[in-house]
C-alpha cells in the first residue's frame, strides 16, 4: 500500500519483509552482544547469583535431611522422635532462607530484565533518529515499530525467565551432582551416563530452528505493518471497497506466521518429551541397578537409593526447564537479531564535517547538479542557479520536472552525483547535517503535526519559545484566529498526524512553525496550494516583511503566487529552460508564456 | 478475576472437538504415566529388595523403561496436537481481529488510536498464545497429577492424607491473592505498551520534519520519558510475581516437613502392627512432590494468566466495539443512484477528547439545507477550515451527520447499502492515496471488471495517458511501494483515473488537481464537464476561476454555514465570502 505523494521517494513502503533464505543467524555473536548489555548490571547478576547458590543449597540439603530422617531416625527398631523434630525445624528454617533468597533473585532478575529491555530500546530509538530519510521511505514502518516493541519484548521475556534459570539450573546440577557422588559413587556414575546426550540433542534442535524463529519475528513485524497500512489508508480502502483486499492479505501473512510459527516450536517442544523420556529412562536404571546393588552387592542402602533419585530428580527438573525455555530464549535471539542489525545502520552523521553553520547570509547556489535516485534514471540535469539573500526565487515546471528534488537535495536528505551546491559560497558538503538544517526553513506538502496540543506543535519551531512568540507567528501564518474558534484554542489536542484538522489548516499551522524557527533560508514546496487564495494573499503580504533579507525559494506552479518574484526558474525535465522576471519570461513567449496564458485562458 | 475473558476466547479451542479432545486423552495417559513409576518403584523397595528378588527387580526395571517409552510416544503426540491448536485459534483471533478493524469508522480508529489497534493484534494476541500453549500443558496437567497423586496418597496413608489436606487450600488463597494484586499492574502495562506504539509510529512517520526542525534532541527526551516509565510498571508487575515461588516453596517444604514427622510418629506406633512400609513414606513422599510439582505449575501459570487476562480482555474490547458507521437493518440493495443530492438540517462535527461519545462540541458544519439536482456540476469555496471536505466527505458516509438527514435521490442515505453506496460515488481526496500494484490494479479499484478501453478511457479523460505511455510496461508498470516513478501530479491523476473508470452516479474532486499544472488542470476540467453530462459532479476548489462557471456554487463561511449558493453573477451580488475570494483572485474590480 503506498501512501500520498510528492515528487520523489515517498513515506514509503517498502517490501514487507527481507528474508534472505540463505541468512544463517549466529547465536553465539548475538548472545555474546546480549551479554554486553547484562554486563552493566553485573552486580545485580551478582547478588542473584549468590541468592541462587544459597537457595540451591536449601533446596539440596531438603533430601540429604530426608534420608537422614529415613535411615536414622525410622528405618529403625525405635524411632527417634527427638531426631525427627529436629530435621523438621532444619527443614523449616532452610525454607524459609529459601524463600527469601527466591524473592530477591526474582526482583533482581525482573530489573535487570526490564532495565536491559529499556537500554535496548533506547540504543534502537536514538539509531532511528540518526538514520537518513531513505532508511524510512525504504522499510515498512510496522517493521521498524516492531523492532522496538516485539522484539525486545521477547528479549525482556526470556531474560527474566530464562538467565535465573540459566544460573539456579547451572548450581543445582553442579550441587546435586556433588551431592550425589558424594552419598554413593555408583549409582551416581549410573545417573550422569544420559548427560551427554540431552546436551547434544539441545545443541542440535536449536541450530536447525533458528532460522523458523527468525522468519516468525519478521512475520510478527509484517502484521504489524498491514495494521498500520490500513489505518493510514483508511478513507481509501473505504471509498474503494479494498477491504476485502487488504483483508486476505492480512490473512495470508497471518497463515504464514502460524506456518513458521508451528515448524519452531514442533522442534523445540520435541525437546522437552525427549529430555522426560531420558529422564524416566535414567531414572528406571537408577532405581534398578541400584536395587541389584542392595540385594547383590550391598552396596547401598535404600536411603540412599531415594536420595540418588531425589538428586537425580533435582537435576534433570532444571534440565527439562531449560529445554522448556528453549521457545523462548530462541525467540528472543530472532528478535535480538533484528534488533542489532537496527542499531548496526549507517548513522546518516557519521562522515559528518566538524564545522557547523553559523551565521548565514544567504546566499544559495546550485553549480552543475547532476542527481537521480536510481542509478540509470537521472532527475536533475546540470542545474544552475542562485539566490542572493532577500531574494524571492519561484521555481516553477510540470510534475516531475525535479522540483522537489531541488529540497532533497538542499537539505541532503540526498547527496547529489556530481557538481556542488553552496552557501555563502561555501560548499554545504562541508558542514555537519544538523546545523545545515537548522538554517533551512521547509515546508512540505504534506505536513504531519505530532500528538500534543496546537500551541506544542507551533513551538515544535522553536523550544523554548514564549507564547507571545508562537502567537506572532500564528498571526503572521493567518491562523491566529482560526485556532481562537477552536473550542480550546492553543491547547485544543492534536489528533494523531493531525486528522481533526483541515489539509489547510495544518498547513498553516506547520507555516507557524516554520515561521517560529525563523530560518535564513525558506522554502515553500507548494505549501500553500492547499490554502485558499484569500488567506493565501494574506500570508504573501506578511511573508514580504518575512522575506527581508532571506533568501526565499517557493516551488509551485500556481502562476499567481509567483507572479511578484525576484527571479523566476523554469524547470523541464531536469533542466532549467528558461529564466528571469515574470514580465522578461512573458516576453519571451515560450514555455512560461504558454502556462502562464493557460491559467488565464478561461 | 476468575479468567473470564481469556475463558471466552479459548472457548474456540472447542471448535474441533475431535482434536482437542483426543489432545486432553493424550494428555492424560502422559499423567497416568508420571503417576505409576512412583508405583512400580514401590514395589521394587517394598518387595524385590526385603525379599531379595532380583527377577522381580529386573522385571519391573523394564516395565519403568517401557512405560517411560510410551510416555514420549504421548507426550510429542500431544505437542503436536496442542501446538497445532493454540497456533490455528491464535491466528483465528487474529484474522478476526482485524476484519473487525475492517468494519470500524474513522471515529473508531479515531477512538481507540493506532497504537492500541497495533498492540492488541499482535501482543496482545500474543500473550494469549502463550498462555494457551502453556495451559494446555500445564492446565490439564496440573490438576490431573494433583488429583492423582491425591488419590495415591490417600490410597498409600490416609493419616499423613491430612497434611496434604491443609496445604493445597492455602497455596490456592494466596495464589488468588497474589492474583488480584497483579491485574491492575499488568493492566497498566498493556496501556502504556498503546502509549509507547504511537510513540513510536509518530516517530517513524515524521522523520522529515524532525530532521527539518532538528529536533532530535527534543524527540529522545519525549521517548525517554515514555521508555522509563514502561520499565518501570513491567518491575512494578515484576514486584508481585516475584513473591510467587518464595510462598509455594514454604508452604510446600512444611508440608515435607509435616508428613516425615506426622509419618514418624505413625510408624512409631505402629512398630508392632507396621501402619505402613518404609516404601509407603517413600511412596507417599513421591505423591507429594507431584502434588507439590502440580501446585508449583499452576501457580505459576496462573500469574502469567493474569498478564493473559488483561490482553484477552483488551483484545475483546476490540471485537466488541460498536461500530459507529454500519448497514441499517434491512438496507436497499440493487439500486442505482441519479444522483439528487439533498441537505436536510445537517450538522456534523468531529469529536475530540473532551467529547462525550456521539456529540461534538464543536460543529464545523452548521444547519446544512441544500439540494443539489441530478446531473449539476456544483462548485464548493470557502476559506481554510470551512468544512468544504467535511461536507463532502458526508455524502460517501465516510462520516455520519451528527444532526439532521442527507438524502440521495429521496432516500436517507442510511438506509443504502455502504459497499453499494460507495460503489456509485467516486471521491477524490486531496491526498492521493495508491496501493501498491500495478498501474492497471490501482485503476481497477475504481471499477473491479472495467474492460481494457474503459481504463484507456479514464486514463485519457485524467490525462495520466501521456506519462502511462512513456513507460516500458505502461500500464502494468508496478505502482511501487516507495512510488519514486510517480510524482505527486501523476499520482494525482491515477487517483483521477480510478475515480472515472468508475462512471459513478455522484462525482467529487475534492481539491484534485493541486499538484497538476495549471494547462492540465484546464485540460482535466473539460474533461469533467464531458463526463458531468451524466453525472452529478461536486468540485471543491480555491479559485474562482475554477468554479466560475459551473451550473452553481456553495460557499461555505468560516462559521461552518452557507454563505450563498447560486451562480456566480448571483454570488458576486449576494454573498460577501464570495466576493471577498473574488477579491482577493481578481484584485480590485469586479469581473463579470
Same mark, same amino acid.
Given at each position: 500500500m503506498v501512501r500520498f505523494g510528492s515528487g520523489?521517494?515517498?513515506?514509503g513502503r517498502g517490501p514487507m519483509y527481507n528474508i534472505d533464505?540463505?541468512?544463517?543467524?549466529d547465536q553465539k555473536a548475538i548472545l555474546k552482544r546480549l551479554w554486553k548489555y547484562l554486563r552493566i548490571y553485573r552486580f545485580g547478576l551478582f547478588f542473584v547469583l549468590l541468592a541462587v547458590i544459597v537457595s540451591a543449597a536449601a533446596m539440596l540439603a531438603t533430601p540429604r535431611l530426608i534420608q537422614i530422617a529415613i535411615d536414622?531416625?525410622?528405618?529403625?527398631?525405635?524411632?527417634?522422635m527427638q531426631g525427627v523434630l529436629i530435621i523438621f525445624i532444619a527443614i523449616l528454617l532452610i525454607a524459609i532462607l529459601n524463600a527469601i533468597m527466591s524473592y530477591i533473585q526474582q526482583l533482581s532478575m525482573t530489573i535487570i530484565a526490564n532495565r536491559v529491555a529499556k537500554d535496548l530500546r533506547k540504543d534502537a530509538f536514538d539509531k532511528l533518529q540518526n538514520l537518513p530519510v531513505r532508511y524510512y521511505d525504504a522499510n515498512p514502518h510496522g517493521q521498524i515499530m516492531s523492532k522496538l516493541t516485539n522484539d525486545i519484548d521477547a528479549i525482556n521475556g526470556a531474560l527474566s525467565q530464562a538467565v535465573p534459570q540459566f544460573i539456579s539450573s547451572g548450581i543445582t546440577i553442579f550441587g546435586a551432582l556433588a551431592m550425589m557422588f558424594f552419598t554413593n559413587w555408583a549409582l551416581s556414575l549410573v545417573a550422569i551416563s544420559t548427560i551427554p546426550i540431552m546436551v547434544g540433542l539441545t545443541i542440535f534442535i536449536s541450530k536447525r530452528t533458528s532460522k523458523f524463529f527468525r522468519t516468525q519475528q519478521e512475520k510478527i513485524g509484517a502484521l504489524n505493518s498491514v495494521v498500520e497500512e490500513n489505518v493510514s489508508g483508511l478513507k481509501a480502502i473505504k471509498l474503494y471497497n479494498q477491504e476485502e483486499t487488504v483483508l486476505s492479505t492480512f490473512k495470508k501473512t497471518n497463515r504464514e506466521l502460524r506456518k513458521v510459527s508451528f515448524k519452531a516450536q514442533f522442534y523445540t517442544g520435541l525437546m522437552m518429551p525427549l529430555v522426560i523420556f531420558i529422564n524416566n529412562l535414567t531414572y528406571a536404571i537408577i532405581v534398578t541397578v541400584g536395587a541389584v546393588l542392595n540385594i547383590r552387592?550391598?552396596?547401598?542402602t535404600i536411603g540412599q537409593i531415594q536420595a540418588v533419585v531425589s538428586y537425580s530428580r533435582q537435576f534433570n527438573m532444571p534440565i527439562s526447564n531449560l529445554a522448556q525455555l528453549m521457545n523462548i530464549v530462541q525467540a528472543a535471539i530472532a528478535g535480538a537479531d533484528r534488533v542489532f542489525h537496527l542499531i548496526d545502520e549507517k548513522s546518516e552523521?557519521?562522515?559528518?564535517?566538524?564545522s557547523s553553520l553559523v551565521e548565514v547570509d544567504g546566499r544559495v547556489e546550485f553549480k552543475d547538479v547532476n542527481f537521480g535516485?536510481?542509478?540509470? @534514471?537521472?532527475?536533475?540535469? !546540470?542545474v544552475t542557479f542562485w539566490g542572493k539573500p532577500g531574494q524571492v526565487i519561484a521555481i516553477v515546471g510540470?510534475?516531475?520536472?525535479?522540483k522537489t528534488t531541488i529540497i532533497n537535495l538542499l537539505t541532503r536528505y540526498y547527496d547529489i552525483d556530481s557538481g556542488d551546491i553552496q552557501i555563502d559560497k561555501k560548499s554545504?558538503?562541508?558542514?555537519?547535517k544538523k546545523s545545515l538544517r537548522s538554517k533551512i526553513g521547509i515546508v512540505l506538502q504534506q505536513t504531519y503535526l505530532f500528538s500534543g496540543t496546537v500551541l506544542e506543535n507551533i513551538k515544535y519551531g522553536k523550544e523554548g519559545a514564549s507564547i507571545e512568540e508562537v502567537i506572532a507567528a500564528a498571526k503572521l501564518a493567518h491562523v491566529h484566529d482560526i485556532i481562537e474558534r477552536?473550542?480550546?484554542?492553543?491547547?485544543t489536542k492534536v489528533k494523531e498526524g493531525g486528522s481533526n484538522f483541515s489539509h489547510g489548516e495544518r498547513q498553516l499551522i506547520s507555516i507557524a512553525r516554520t515561521l517560529l524557527a525563523n530560518p535564513m533560508i525558506l522554502v515553500l514546496d507548494e505549501?500553500?496550494?492547499?490554502?485558499d487564495t484569500r488567506t493565501e494573499a494574506a500570508i504573501q503580504k506578511s511573508m514580504v516583511n518575512l522575506m527581508k533579507g532571506r533568501t526565499s525559494f517557493v516551488i509551485a506552479h500556481r502562476l499567481q503566487t509567483i507572479r511578484n518574484a525576484d527571479a523566476i526558474l523554469v524547470v523541464k525535465d531536469g533542466k532549467i529552460i528558461e529564466r528571469g522576471d515574470h514580465q522578461t519570461l512573458l516576453d519571451l513567449k515560450g514555455f512560461y508564456y504558454e502556462m502562464y496564458q493557460a491559467q488565464f485562458a478561461e | 478475576m476468575i479468567a473470564l475473558n481469556l475463558l471466552n476466547l479459548y472457548?474456540?479451542?472447542?471448535?474441533t472437538p475431535g482434536r482437542t479432545s483426543f489432545a486432553l486423552l493424550l494428555m492424560f495417559g502422559d499423567v497416568m504415566i508420571v503417576l505409576t513409576m512412583p508405583f512400580v518403584m514401590r514395589d521394587i523397595v517394598n518387595i524385590a529388595i526385603p525379599t531379595q528378588n532380583l527377577s522381580l527387580v529386573l522385571e519391573r526395571g523394564i516395565m519403568m523403561a517401557g512405560i517411560a517409552l510410551l510416555g514420549i510416544f504421548f507426550a510429542i503426540t500431544n505437542n503436536l496436537l496442542a501446538q497445532h491448536i493454540s497456533l490455528k485459534v491464535t491466528e483465528e483471533i487474529r484474522n478476526d481481529l482485524f476484519e473487525k478493524i475492517q468494519e470500524f469508522s474513522i471515529k473508531n480508529v479515531d477512538r481507540l488510536t493506532t497504537g492500541r489497534l497495533i498492540s492488541s493484534v499482535t501482543n496482545d494476541v500474543s500473550q494469549v498464545q502463550q498462555i494457551l500453549m502453556m495451559s494446555f500443558r500445564i492446565l490439564i496437567r496440573a490438576p490431573l497429577l494433583m488429583i492423582g497423586g491425591i488419590i495415591m496418597a490417600y490410597a498409600t496413608s490416609r493419616n499423613l492424607f491430612i497434611v496434604v489436606l491443609f496445604a493445597v487450600p492455602v497455596i490456592v488463597i494466596f495464589i488468588l491473592i497474589i492474583m488480584k494484586n497483579a491485574l491492575p499492574r499488568f493492566q497498566a502495562v498493556q496501556s502504556h505498551l498503546d502509549v509507547l506504539n504511537n510513540n513510536l509510529l509518530e516517530n517513524v512517520s515524521a522523520s522529515r520534519e524532525i530532521k527539518t526542525f532538528v529536533s532530535e534532541e527534543y524527540e529522545n527526551r519525549r521517548f525517554t520519558g515514555v521508555n522509563d516509565e514502561f520499565a518501570r510498571l513491567s518491575i512494578s508487575a515484576g514486584k508481585v510475581i516475584a513473591l510467587t515461588n518464595p510462598i509455594i516453596n514454604i508452604i510446600s517444604s512444611l508440608t515435607i516437613a509435616f508428613v516425615i514427622y506426622y509419618g514418624a510418629f505413625l510408624w512409631s506406633k505402629g512398630?508392632?502392627?507396621?501402619?505402613?512400609?518404609v516404601g509407603d513414606i517413600m511412596a507417599f513422599f513421591s505423591y507429594i512432590q507431584t502434588i507439590l510439582f502440580g501446585l508449583i505449575m499452576l501457580a505459576m501459570m496462573l500469574i502469567f494468566v493474569s498478564r493473559a487476562e488483561v490482553s484477552a480482555k483488551r483484545i475483546i474490547e476490540v471485537l466488541t466495539?460498536?461500530?459507529?458507521?454500519k448497514n441499517c437493518d434491512q438496507p436497499l440493495r440493487n439500486f442505482t443512484l441519479k444522483g439528487n443530492i439533498e441537505f436536510r438540517n445537517v450538522s456534523f462535527g468531529y469529536e475530540t477528547e473532551?467529547?462525550?461519545?456521539?456529540?461534538?462540541?464543536?460543529?464545523?458544519?452548521?444547519?446544512i439545507n441544500l439540494t443539489i439536482r441530478e446531473k449539476e456540476v456544483i462548485g464548493i469555496i470557502g476559506s481554510t477550515g470551512s468544512g468544504k471536505s467535511s461536507l463532502v466527505q458526508l455524502i460517501p458516509r465516510l462520516y455520519d451527520v451528527n444532526e439532521g438527514t442527507l438524502f440521495i435521490d429521496g432516500v436517507?442515505? @442510511? !438506509?443504502?447499502d455502504i459497499r453499494e453506496l460507495r460503489n456509485q460515488i467516486s471521491l477524490v481526496t486531496q491526498e492521493s492515496i495508491l496501493f501498491s500494484g500495478t498501474i492497471q490494479s490501482n485503476i481497477l479499484q475504481?471499477?473491479?471488471?472495467?474492460?481494457m478501453d474503459e481504463i484507456m478511457e479514464a486514463s485519457t479523460l485524467s490525462l495520466s495517458e501521456e506519462f502511462i505511455e512513456t513507460r516500458?510496461?505502461?500500464?502494468?508498470s508496478e505502482v511501487a511501494a516507495?512510488?519514486? !516513478?510517480?510524482s505527486g501530479g501523476q499520482r494525482q491523476r491515477l487517483s483521477l483515473a480510478r475515480a472515472f473508470v468508475? @462512471?459513478?452516479a455522484i462525482l467529487i474532486l475534492d481539491?484534485?488537481?493541486?499538484?497538476?499544472?495549471a494547462k492540465s488542470e484546464v485540460a482535466i476540467k473539460n474533461n469533467i464537464k464531458r463526463l458531468s453530462k451524466k453525472t452529478t459532479t461536486l468540485i471543491v476548489a480555491q479559485k474562482i476561476s475554477t468554479v466560475k462557471d459551473l451550473d452553481r456554487i456553495i460557499v461555505i463561511n468560516n462559521q461552518g454555514g452557507i454563505d450563498g449558493f447560486g451562480t456566480h453573477e448571483e454570488l458576486l451580488k449576494k454573498s460577501t465570502v464570495y466576493q471577498e475570494i473574488h477579491q482577493s483572485q481578481y484584485g480590485g474590480a469586479i469581473h463579470g
Amino acid at each position: 500500500m503506498v501512501r500520498f505523494g510528492s515528487g520523489g521517494p515517498q513515506r514509503g513502503r517498502g517490501p514487507m519483509y527481507n528474508i534472505d533464505p540463505n541468512y544463517k543467524v549466529d547465536q553465539k555473536a548475538i548472545l555474546k552482544r546480549l551479554w554486553k548489555y547484562l554486563r552493566i548490571y553485573r552486580f545485580g547478576l551478582f547478588f542473584v547469583l549468590l541468592a541462587v547458590i544459597v537457595s540451591a543449597a536449601a533446596m539440596l540439603a531438603t533430601p540429604r535431611l530426608i534420608q537422614i530422617a529415613i535411615d536414622q531416625y525410622i528405618d529403625i527398631p525405635t524411632v527417634n522422635m527427638q531426631g525427627v523434630l529436629i530435621i523438621f525445624i532444619a527443614i523449616l528454617l532452610i525454607a524459609i532462607l529459601n524463600a527469601i533468597m527466591s524473592y530477591i533473585q526474582q526482583l533482581s532478575m525482573t530489573i535487570i530484565a526490564n532495565r536491559v529491555a529499556k537500554d535496548l530500546r533506547k540504543d534502537a530509538f536514538d539509531k532511528l533518529q540518526n538514520l537518513p530519510v531513505r532508511y524510512y521511505d525504504a522499510n515498512p514502518h510496522g517493521q521498524i515499530m516492531s523492532k522496538l516493541t516485539n522484539d525486545i519484548d521477547a528479549i525482556n521475556g526470556a531474560l527474566s525467565q530464562a538467565v535465573p534459570q540459566f544460573i539456579s539450573s547451572g548450581i543445582t546440577i553442579f550441587g546435586a551432582l556433588a551431592m550425589m557422588f558424594f552419598t554413593n559413587w555408583a549409582l551416581s556414575l549410573v545417573a550422569i551416563s544420559t548427560i551427554p546426550i540431552m546436551v547434544g540433542l539441545t545443541i542440535f534442535i536449536s541450530k536447525r530452528t533458528s532460522k523458523f524463529f527468525r522468519t516468525q519475528q519478521e512475520k510478527i513485524g509484517a502484521l504489524n505493518s498491514v495494521v498500520e497500512e490500513n489505518v493510514s489508508g483508511l478513507k481509501a480502502i473505504k471509498l474503494y471497497n479494498q477491504e476485502e483486499t487488504v483483508l486476505s492479505t492480512f490473512k495470508k501473512t497471518n497463515r504464514e506466521l502460524r506456518k513458521v510459527s508451528f515448524k519452531a516450536q514442533f522442534y523445540t517442544g520435541l525437546m522437552m518429551p525427549l529430555v522426560i523420556f531420558i529422564n524416566n529412562l535414567t531414572y528406571a536404571i537408577i532405581v534398578t541397578v541400584g536395587a541389584v546393588l542392595n540385594i547383590r552387592f550391598a552396596l547401598v542402602t535404600i536411603g540412599q537409593i531415594q536420595a540418588v533419585v531425589s538428586y537425580s530428580r533435582q537435576f534433570n527438573m532444571p534440565i527439562s526447564n531449560l529445554a522448556q525455555l528453549m521457545n523462548i530464549v530462541q525467540a528472543a535471539i530472532a528478535g535480538a537479531d533484528r534488533v542489532f542489525h537496527l542499531i548496526d545502520e549507517k548513522s546518516e552523521y557519521e562522515n559528518d564535517p566538524i564545522s557547523s553553520l553559523v551565521e548565514v547570509d544567504g546566499r544559495v547556489e546550485f553549480k552543475d547538479v547532476n542527481f537521480g535516485y536510481e542509478a540509470n @534514471k537521472q532527475v536533475l540535469d !546540470n542545474v544552475t542557479f542562485w539566490g542572493k539573500p532577500g531574494q524571492v526565487i519561484a521555481i516553477v515546471g510540470p510534475t516531475g520536472s525535479g522540483k522537489t528534488t531541488i529540497i532533497n537535495l538542499l537539505t541532503r536528505y540526498y547527496d547529489i552525483d556530481s557538481g556542488d551546491i553552496q552557501i555563502d559560497k561555501k560548499s554545504i558538503y562541508g558542514y555537519d547535517k544538523k546545523s545545515l538544517r537548522s538554517k533551512i526553513g521547509i515546508v512540505l506538502q504534506q505536513t504531519y503535526l505530532f500528538s500534543g496540543t496546537v500551541l506544542e506543535n507551533i513551538k515544535y519551531g522553536k523550544e523554548g519559545a514564549s507564547i507571545e512568540e508562537v502567537i506572532a507567528a500564528a498571526k503572521l501564518a493567518h491562523v491566529h484566529d482560526i485556532i481562537e474558534r477552536l473550542p480550546k484554542g492553543y491547547d485544543t489536542k492534536v489528533k494523531e498526524g493531525g486528522s481533526n484538522f483541515s489539509h489547510g489548516e495544518r498547513q498553516l499551522i506547520s507555516i507557524a512553525r516554520t515561521l517560529l524557527a525563523n530560518p535564513m533560508i525558506l522554502v515553500l514546496d507548494e505549501a500553500t496550494s492547499s490554502v485558499d487564495t484569500r488567506t493565501e494573499a494574506a500570508i504573501q503580504k506578511s511573508m514580504v516583511n518575512l522575506m527581508k533579507g532571506r533568501t526565499s525559494f517557493v516551488i509551485a506552479h500556481r502562476l499567481q503566487t509567483i507572479r511578484n518574484a525576484d527571479a523566476i526558474l523554469v524547470v523541464k525535465d531536469g533542466k532549467i529552460i528558461e529564466r528571469g522576471d515574470h514580465q522578461t519570461l512573458l516576453d519571451l513567449k515560450g514555455f512560461y508564456y504558454e502556462m502562464y496564458q493557460a491559467q488565464f485562458a478561461e | 478475576m476468575i479468567a473470564l475473558n481469556l475463558l471466552n476466547l479459548y472457548k474456540r479451542v472447542w471448535a474441533t472437538p475431535g482434536r482437542t479432545s483426543f489432545a486432553l486423552l493424550l494428555m492424560f495417559g502422559d499423567v497416568m504415566i508420571v503417576l505409576t513409576m512412583p508405583f512400580v518403584m514401590r514395589d521394587i523397595v517394598n518387595i524385590a529388595i526385603p525379599t531379595q528378588n532380583l527377577s522381580l527387580v529386573l522385571e519391573r526395571g523394564i516395565m519403568m523403561a517401557g512405560i517411560a517409552l510410551l510416555g514420549i510416544f504421548f507426550a510429542i503426540t500431544n505437542n503436536l496436537l496442542a501446538q497445532h491448536i493454540s497456533l490455528k485459534v491464535t491466528e483465528e483471533i487474529r484474522n478476526d481481529l482485524f476484519e473487525k478493524i475492517q468494519e470500524f469508522s474513522i471515529k473508531n480508529v479515531d477512538r481507540l488510536t493506532t497504537g492500541r489497534l497495533i498492540s492488541s493484534v499482535t501482543n496482545d494476541v500474543s500473550q494469549v498464545q502463550q498462555i494457551l500453549m502453556m495451559s494446555f500443558r500445564i492446565l490439564i496437567r496440573a490438576p490431573l497429577l494433583m488429583i492423582g497423586g491425591i488419590i495415591m496418597a490417600y490410597a498409600t496413608s490416609r493419616n499423613l492424607f491430612i497434611v496434604v489436606l491443609f496445604a493445597v487450600p492455602v497455596i490456592v488463597i494466596f495464589i488468588l491473592i497474589i492474583m488480584k494484586n497483579a491485574l491492575p499492574r499488568f493492566q497498566a502495562v498493556q496501556s502504556h505498551l498503546d502509549v509507547l506504539n504511537n510513540n513510536l509510529l509518530e516517530n517513524v512517520s515524521a522523520s522529515r520534519e524532525i530532521k527539518t526542525f532538528v529536533s532530535e534532541e527534543y524527540e529522545n527526551r519525549r521517548f525517554t520519558g515514555v521508555n522509563d516509565e514502561f520499565a518501570r510498571l513491567s518491575i512494578s508487575a515484576g514486584k508481585v510475581i516475584a513473591l510467587t515461588n518464595p510462598i509455594i516453596n514454604i508452604i510446600s517444604s512444611l508440608t515435607i516437613a509435616f508428613v516425615i514427622y506426622y509419618g514418624a510418629f505413625l510408624w512409631s506406633k505402629g512398630a508392632d502392627t507396621p501402619l505402613m512400609g518404609v516404601g509407603d513414606i517413600m511412596a507417599f513422599f513421591s505423591y507429594i512432590q507431584t502434588i507439590l510439582f502440580g501446585l508449583i505449575m499452576l501457580a505459576m501459570m496462573l500469574i502469567f494468566v493474569s498478564r493473559a487476562e488483561v490482553s484477552a480482555k483488551r483484545i475483546i474490547e476490540v471485537l466488541t466495539e460498536t461500530i459507529d458507521l454500519k448497514n441499517c437493518d434491512q438496507p436497499l440493495r440493487n439500486f442505482t443512484l441519479k444522483g439528487n443530492i439533498e441537505f436536510r438540517n445537517v450538522s456534523f462535527g468531529y469529536e475530540t477528547e473532551d467529547t462525550i461519545k456521539g456529540e461534538a462540541s464543536n460543529m464545523t458544519l452548521k444547519n446544512i439545507n441544500l439540494t443539489i439536482r441530478e446531473k449539476e456540476v456544483i462548485g464548493i469555496i470557502g476559506s481554510t477550515g470551512s468544512g468544504k471536505s467535511s461536507l463532502v466527505q458526508l455524502i460517501p458516509r465516510l462520516y455520519d451527520v451528527n444532526e439532521g438527514t442527507l438524502f440521495i435521490d429521496g432516500v436517507d442515505i @442510511k !438506509n443504502y447499502d455502504i459497499r453499494e453506496l460507495r460503489n456509485q460515488i467516486s471521491l477524490v481526496t486531496q491526498e492521493s492515496i495508491l496501493f501498491s500494484g500495478t498501474i492497471q490494479s490501482n485503476i481497477l479499484q475504481g471499477k473491479a471488471d472495467a474492460t481494457m478501453d474503459e481504463i484507456m478511457e479514464a486514463s485519457t479523460l485524467s490525462l495520466s495517458e501521456e506519462f502511462i505511455e512513456t513507460r516500458e510496461q505502461k500500464y502494468l508498470s508496478e505502482v511501487a511501494a516507495s512510488g519514486t !516513478n510517480l510524482s505527486g501530479g501523476q499520482r494525482q491523476r491515477l487517483s483521477l483515473a480510478r475515480a472515472f473508470v468508475r @462512471k459513478p452516479a455522484i462525482l467529487i474532486l475534492d481539491d484534485s488537481t493541486s499538484a497538476v499544472d495549471a494547462k492540465s488542470e484546464v485540460a482535466i476540467k473539460n474533461n469533467i464537464k464531458r463526463l458531468s453530462k451524466k453525472t452529478t459532479t461536486l468540485i471543491v476548489a480555491q479559485k474562482i476561476s475554477t468554479v466560475k462557471d459551473l451550473d452553481r456554487i456553495i460557499v461555505i463561511n468560516n462559521q461552518g454555514g452557507i454563505d450563498g449558493f447560486g451562480t456566480h453573477e448571483e454570488l458576486l451580488k449576494k454573498s460577501t465570502v464570495y466576493q471577498e475570494i473574488h477579491q482577493s483572485q481578481y484584485g480590485g474590480a469586479i469581473h463579470g
